[in-house]
């Protein structure tokens, strides 16, 4: 059974989430959870989009508030779910996001270093299963997929779960970016269950089409923008910085929670290391970035004055990496502007790979009811689209570098 | 200069439309342009999305809204464009669609059975050019693309003119049908001028792509939809009944206009045509149905009934046309049920085609302007799609028949 | 119990309204219900706002839609409805504008002379009733407010009704005055009962005070909008003279079911006039209009052609009446410019009152449940406004004459 | 002129807004606008609506955008503004909300104890003055309505400005209440001037009620919302502890900023204080706040955890004042409970007064221009509401203290 209402949400994009009663509403009051208000779910994409300013919070609820709705449809079709499992979904739902740091994908692996956020949400869902005496062990089953009904965990992790469902409309929503627009309800009234799998239910199989090219387009007109990508690099380059500088003695203004992450290079899951992430948010870093526009070393000084202008980095895209060659050569001439060593030009050159598929097969496939009970591949099930070129992944490279050298 | 402004008109899609002073003014205060109040834009699409009643009256003053924007870009850009050529433009947009009868394109060569919807229109673009002295042969050629300059004729008629920007967007809003939702604003501000050549700046290249998935989308889930083929194919067959009745001396109850029409079974272009078909509306179909469901023609009262009251075709799709003999058992059947002779059986068993093309390159491209001035096809600029899939047409076949035969 | 549901509608305003199997379903595809969809919810407003070709048909649907939420709501906050008294809510709304002629009021009292829209809703929900073995006395004791639980007929019609609730939404999304936009959820989220009275949680307080202002201003801005009113004039004096000149002999074109209530003045409900009114719609009253721009009554012809052609009555507004002596002059004048006897000037000289009340506590009051369980008049409970400024009855005085007049 | 176009701003409220070259480029570039970035529009009305994370810096964005618009209309109606007159204009919006710092209204006399934040913008506007050679000078005039045309300064300040216009329209956006939702468009569009007045024409005038209404209910709904006025007492006896510590020599983790400003309380505008002011934002305090959970002093130890983790305090309303007993009991209590001297309890119990003017003729009226060149008052002029209610100021008391207390 769906858990009793307490409160209810306003939402810009759905209206109304209401939120459950009992240990749910306690998990979502706990201070690592509220923490979520305080963390961009776009990063720095406000940046280019200044509306974007949405929070991993809401991001969540909204996840949360998808996942009844598609396990109120089941239920309706007749899909057995029961109490306990209802429970489990949400639960697994509502915490799937709890591992994420400030500016979430952002700063992912750059302040945790070698953490994926993933890790720490199960991590923090341990935490609530000893509290509250095992309640939570079927969510990490769901959640790691080990559950033997793998259809719950497919509503919340697969190609079509209710995580994207939410953010591409969201985004959409947030950014003034109509391409993400995305008929939420419409798929999730057509999800299904056959053996296990979920399916769609083949009267939306445009829909889902849609959601798989509005996903696309939302990558490459906002997630890897160009001027996001430059803004990212430039912030986790200064992290990387602060790093070196705090662990070589140098002291840097920061938040307690903050010095211990700059303070060490890898991490191991531990109490301690959770109590510093759970107070940790995006307001810790650009407070100390401000700041660190007056320390001594040029590096970090610039590049914070940079970051907090708004001066951000040129960044050029082609489809061939650039060669060596011209990497070097634009070191240079940054060593040379800046003066400064050629090592440290590191910090303010950066080339890379942007990569995205929309639709990737091996990793997960979306299935297609038929009337006639079938269920096929989607790629078989269309006539509309060449799904090979929705599951080609489009590479662009990158290389961004002091808009002052150009 | 863009016509001083006389009105401004509701529109639930752009929120204000400014209607200009002066001949235009005129026109549409004509009465074979009011006329297009009493059209639906789409037909009998209604059945199947009951928001769908919007008028191609509407439609057409969203076309010239678009229009005027999309030459203020140009012109904001340095295009050159000559007052005289605003207004050709504007006259041109304006009485594009003015040849349409009733239902639209669902009764298109159906009721004037052999002429073609812009053959009419340019007949009245014609009238109003005599009327008013050659101030609209300017506009005549720009329709005819005989006019020097071609963009002109491509803002109203290509792969991206403001018709088809301002369909997409409205018969999205009216049919609640979020998958036709188009960034209209945002494509129109990116309309340039190359060579004489109308292209888009790679700003919008994103947006077109999703214009081009949006269009395909909303022909399978609205124009081609298949409850809505079923009816129109009824209609079609009822208005054939109807013509075949009359010019064999039956008599018919129905408006003198479409009397008129369903008395001859070729027409040519002259003054008596326009009269009557500057009178005709979807209003004269429906009442005549309605009463025709009491003539004691068993075919066409059988048909009326079934339409009036939303007893549709059941419509089957395949990929694949249908056999002779498929075709010949149910016709059979459909006599023996109804008792009519097997002729009498074309009337309500139909077989035939659906295409849809989303961007055919051989009938014009979309070209995409790079910032370095280099004019690209859109296939060749985009990374994103194999656009050789939305190229390639897809053709369903499909078979109607009543359903009691089922 | 909620009925189970049958098929999914697509609606441009709440995405999908779901129709429920069985009787209902059965209802909703009888021909005196789809006949619904052939009448514009608001008769001639589309000559103003030209979105507003929406039909009582999707109205109905959504008040449908909207009084299931509402069950569901009372039911969630456990006050007892038995799944017989849903079913006899559900029938009420679903039937409770059946009685609508053509464009809806704006012909009331017209075609029908002497029976309002509501006494045919009964006779039809009679009929059915009868068809169905007595399936629907509940629903026409909860329509006519003689069931025992009186809430039930509030939830259908009272000052905040689901009538109401859609009407304002909708004609506030098709005209795209955004004037009248209604937060109908949070509104129906706050329904409650107390003492067998349909009560607002306070928390809804201020989207209460929200609904009654903006339906205030969608009487000024739409539904009594001065050219609105002007063509309504038009087109009851259309209707009166071709019932005068069909009473007194004259043939006029018309569909067999309009002739029937042309050629009488005053009409009881029987089977024959169900019949008749059963096939009327907003078709047959358009296609004959424009024939008898023809016809060689000279009123008739005469105002048919104005009103096709959109030449609509000019109409003055003011506070107080128009004195005898000044619609004698004007009619003088019309008289004098058409060559027509002062008696025929009636058919083009209309005077009268508009008025309009938002809220009148003496027709149904709006009760408002606070948090300690007191329940309180509006006006009392309310901080915002005052209610006395509400209540207050707004008349407005107009004078219609042809526009060539002035 | 209104200036050349240089950048295009993703807005989602208006779609696109234009940002133009020069000299307004560059003040929108500076890091003192830039900042605005990090300044809730709405301060903590997040924790309430959580959707509610928009920036000052895209509101500012926003009322340049409509006055823009709003001059454009003028001058399209004849009204004579220069080209130095719309430049100036243009900079006095743009930099109108300059003064605001962290939290915006939340914390104003707060942290700047004893400057409001108008003076500090003009304080900036005298900064750009300076750098940009008297380039400025009309804009401080116009601000300061000291200009001869005054209509210039009702477009950007009086009882319907674009300021008022923009906020309710955005708010309402972001916080999906949709009781604030105005036709921004219209009422522009009905802009005129009389006289050197800003006048609205009659077509205008239900739009304007609607306007007023809308204020009033965002009022209620959002600004004044209990929770929110709760959370702002509870930060700014935060800040006020905070500076009580700090000036009584303890110290306390706070960027040097912020601590500038800790440690005085009293002000005036000098280089130094703008200094400060230009670099501090929301993350400031949160960071800090976060920190001071773990200060020896019980006071802003207890109160920064309430904080961060949204145990606000609990908030009663009223109509009168509460008493002096009730207050003292209520402290007691207090001080018993966390064990805290009953000074100290200042820190935990507040009790002030809400209030709230829709409009009021004494600060600026608006004024209606008739057809007939007739200029009247709002009041006059219009028969929908009694005016006087919403003139009416409606005060409501409050009194907060901590939940536990209850």
Redesign the interface.
């Known amino acids: 059974m769906i858990p009793k209402n307490k409160k209810?949400?306003?939402?810009?994009?759905y209206?109304?989430i209401t939120i459950p009663d009992g240990i749910m509403y306690e998990i979502i009051?706990h201070?690592c959870f509220?923490r979520l208000?305080?963390i961009?779910q776009l990063g720095m994409t406000?940046?280019?989009?200044?509306?974007a300013?949405?929070?991993r919070?809401?991001h969540t609820?909204g996840t949360f508030h998808l996942t009844m709705n598609a396990i109120n449809t089941l239920k309706e079709k007749g899909i057995e779910i029961s109490e306990k499992e209802v429970e489990a979904v949400l639960f697994a739902i509502l915490l799937h996001d709890i591992g994420h740091g400030p500016f979430s994908h952002a700063l992912e692996n750059t302040i945790v270093t070698n953490i994926e956020h993933e890790s720490l949400s199960v991590a923090f869902m341990k935490y609530f299963n000893k509290r509250y005496n095992g309640r939570l062990s079927m969510a990490i089953e769901i959640f790691n997929n080990t559950y033997e009904k793998h259809f719950l965990h497919s509503i919340i992790s697969s190609q079509l779960d209710t995580d994207r469902l939410d953010y591409l409309k969201r985004d959409s929503?947030?950014?003034?970016?109509?391409?993400g627009?995305?008929?939420t309800?419409?798929i999730i009234?057509m999800f299904n269950v056959r053996n296990d799998e979920l399916v769609v239910d083949i009267k939306g199989i445009?829909?889902v089409?849609?959601f798989l090219?509005a996903r696309?387009?939302m990558y490459?007109?906002v997630y890897l923008h160009k001027t996001v990508v430059a803004s990212e690099m430039m912030l986790r380059k200064i992290i990387a910085r602060a790093r070196q500088l705090t662990m070589s003695g140098e002291t840097l203004?920061a938040?307690?929670?903050l010095q211990y992450f700059l303070s060490r290079n890898a991490f191991e899951i531990n109490d301690t290391l959770l109590d510093n992430f759970s107070?940790l948010?995006?307001?810790?870093v650009?407070?100390?970035v401000?700041?660190w526009q007056h320390h001594h070393d040029l590096v970090i000084s610039k590049l914070s004055t940079m970051y907090?202008?708004?001066q951000l980095f040129k960044i050029e895209l082609q489809?061939k990496p650039f060669t060596p060659t011209e990497i070097a050569t634009i070191k240079d001439k940054t060593a040379h502007y800046f003066n400064i060593s050629l090592q440290e030009t590191e910090y303010f050159v950066v080339s890379d790979i942007l990569t995205n598929n929309a639709y990737r097969p091996d990793s997960g496939k979306i299935s297609i009811l038929f009337k006639d009970e079938r269920v096929e591949d989607l790629e078989n099930a269309s006539?509309?689209?060449?799904h090979?070129?929705l599951q080609?992944t489009?590479k662009?490279y990158f290389l961004c570098y002091p808009k002052e050298l150009v």
Do not use: C
């Open positions: 209810i949400l306003n939402d810009p994009v209206g109304f009051h201070p509220q208000r305080r961009r406000s940046l280019v989009y200044p509306g300013t949405h929070t919070f809401l609820m929503f947030f950014t003034g970016v109509s391409e627009v995305v008929s309800d419409r009234k445009y829909s089409e849609k090219i696309r387009l490459w007109q203004w938040p307690p929670a107070v948010d995006d307001d810790d650009v407070a100390s401000k700041v907090t202008n708004r489809n006539d509309m689209f060449d090979g070129a080609q489009v662009k």
